[in-house]
């Protein structure tokens, strides 16, 4: 039994001109069983900066928790929000702490920085940052995710094209995954605004 | 061994849960009540390990009871499953509580509600859920004929049917079920479901 593929997961971003868009699927299993098609796995920490989780799905709730506490401790002593870099810092740091009984998640940081700069990175469950410029993907079909992306990532798309990729790359995915899949959840936020769309694909 | 399973219909929630107490091979009784009431608007279902079940459940509830005592208010359903989910957190990576629970309750302003909570404490509110190796029978006779807004009648219908399934189709099936009902009026036992009774002890 693999801890990092108890309850299964699929997360993506990507950077677009000016956005970006973050996604993950819908499923939260115990290993064979499928006991939910609703699981949020992506969490707005604050306007400009959502946050991934996949993996133990209890280690995921766990540690969101924690940070979204050190974030708000952040905005009432700062009297500001955090900046992606900053706050990707904060998430390696806190994964470290644990480094000889870690959480078993793997996160992915998409936010906005200075002058709406595009910021994504991923880590591992010991908090090794891995900057990315175009894509980052984690979860059970992360190995399918970097083929579809690698193949379908374009630089400098607009947000509604960078959506239909992400999409596209999303689902082609999850559905040569197990683990992963009953649809799909996607955020794609530029300086303006924030869209969330459900994404409906192979229902199992 | 231990089914528990629940489904949230129109103004109410049901959950049903088996009463045997089973060490080995040997069944110690056959009405033992899995289902705690919790407040006046909650109920506990829980399987797992007795020692630990017993233990953490009316951990629990005493909390539960304190937060009333000391604050003049009930917690919410959404409160209540939170607190479990941080205790059974908490305590997994020092001396975990190998209890599966599932949460119903009803709140004035949020209508009935129902959580799944995780022995490694993932939460999530869902529809309809189920533990152990019932599960795999009542979680498909809920995804074929649950849907939402079911009445009181319809929704004992599909636990019947249920229960039904986990006696014909389950090795080591229960013989008994216990089924609680939590609404506007409360937290209550509807019925049982006997096929075994216990012999009466014939007076000295």
Known sequence: MQIFEY??????????????????????????????????????????????????????????????FRHKLYQLREERDMKPETFANLVSALLYEKRFGPYFCQPVIAGLGD???????????????????????????????????????????????LFETVSQALLSSVDRDCLSGWGGHVYVVTPTEVKERILKGRMD | MECVFGLVGNGFAIVAADTSAV?????????????????????????????DRVQFTEYIQKNVALYQFRNGIPLTTAAAANFTRGELATALRKNPYFVNILLAGYDKETGPSLYYIDYIATLHKVDKGAFGYGSYFSLSMMDRHYHSGMTVEEAIDLVDKCIMEIRSRLVVAPPNFVIKIVDKDGAREYAWRESVKDVAVASA
């Open chain 1, 7 to 68: 309850n299964g997961s699929a997360l993506v971003a990507m950077v677009g001109k000016n956005c970006f868009a973050i996604a993950s699927d819908r499923r939260l299993g115990v290993q064979l069983q499928t006991i939910a098609t609703d699981f949020q796995r992506i969490s707005k920490i604050h306007d400009r900066l959502f946050l991934g989780l996949s993996g133990l799905a209890t280690d995921a709730q766990t540690l969101y928790q924690r940070l979204l």
């Open chain 1, 115 to 161: 002058e709406d700069k595009p910021f994504i990175c991923t880590m591992d469950s010991i908090g090794a940052k891995e900057l990315a410029k175009d894509f980052v993907v984690a979860g059970t079909a992360s190995e399918s995710l970097y083929g579809a992306c690698e193949s379908m990532f374009k630089e400098d798309m607009e947000p509604e094209e």
């Open chain 2, 23 to 51: 060490h080995s091979i040997l069944v110690h009784k056959s009405n033992e009540d899995k289902i705690m009431i919790l407040d006046s608007h909650k109920l506990i279902a829980a399987s797992g390990e007795s020692g």
